[in-house]
Each structure stands twice: as C-alpha cells, then as structure tokens.
C-alpha cells in the first residue's frame, strides 16, 4: 500500500513495516524512516550518506518499494552532480569536482516535474552501516530516465522514458 500524505512525503507498508520519506527543515534534506508497529526502528539522513540527490515522490518517476524480506528498499532519486567551481576559482579542486559548470543548462522534464534532470535507481539496505547502506544501479543506459520500481522475484522492475530527442512533455504531451 503505498500511501502520499503530501507533495514531500511517501509511504509504503508492507505487512507491519512501514518506510517514510520525510524532508527536513534544511534544503535538500531527506530521510528514510522504518518504522514498526510500536517504533522508529531506524532512520536514515540521506543528506549526509550524499550518494544521490532528493528521492523522487512525484506520480510520472516516483516509486518507492520493500523488499519480500523486509531488509531493503528500492526508489528512484536525482542523480548526484558533481560539484563545479567557478572558472575563476584558484585552489585545488577536490576530487569528483568540474571547473566551469556551475552555469550550465541541464534540461528538466518541466510542467509539474522542475527540477527533476536525471533520475537514478537507488538500493537502500536497511542492514548496512549507513555510509554503505545505497548502492546506485549503474546499469541502466544513460539514455533512459527510470520511474516506478519495484522489487520483482530476484530482480527489480519499473518503467523507463526516453531522453531523447527531449525530455519535455513527460506530464502533458
């Protein structure tokens, strides 16, 4: 039962296990909760873990789904971007950063979907230490923006939407 009490947050519950996709009070903070019937039995701060951007609660990209297993979770989330620096910036750069970028046009999907450029297919698993706990899958080709995964017998399934020639219209066309 998957259940969205407001444009921030989103619900799935599978038997008594209930997952909770919160946003704080900072910008881009989020967490992951798990709770029982009874308690918050963890909960992860995804701005910290920084492995992908805001998870996706919308209805065209937004899944969120419990393993049989009740160990992990899989969702869709922003792709992390590089940090960029000014052209004019004079120290050194740290490591997974670009010079000169910060400006550039990255096209969204628009109408009710600003500020979703390249969703991700993110594992979260429950049972790791929380800097090991998401594991982004990497296989799928850069030309397709995955939406709506779920866990299906061994494997993971969901939808996928060309990005090419654009990526407008997703909502309205």
């Not at 009874?38 to 899944?63: P, V």
């Amino acid at each position: 039962k998957v259940v969205q009490s407001s444009a921030e947050d989103l619900v799935r519950e599978k038997l008594d296990t209930r997952v909770v996709v919160r946003s704080g009070t900072e910008k881009d903070e989020q967490y992951v909760e798990l709770w029982t019937p009874d308690n918050m039995k963890q909960i992860f701060n995804l701005k910290e873990i920084d492995a992908h951007g805001k998870i996706y609660c919308d209805g065209t990209f937004g899944g969120l789904d419990i393993s049989d297993d009740l160990g992990k979770i899989v969702y869709v989330a922003e792709k992390k971007v590089p940090k960029s620096f000014s052209h004019l910036y004079q120290g050194k750069l740290p490591e997974k950063s670009t010079q000169g970028n910060q400006f550039s046009y990255r096209q969204e999907w628009g109408e009710q979907l600003v500020g979703k450029v390249d969703p991700v297919v993110a594992v979260l698993d429950m049972n790791e230490k929380p800097s090991d706990s998401i594991k982004i899958i990497e296989s799928i080709p850069e030309e397709y923006a995955p939406g709506m995964v779920k866990f299906w017998n061994d494997g993971i399934i969901g939808v996928a939407r060309r990005t090419i020639p654009r990526k407008l219209g997703a909502v309205y066309c």
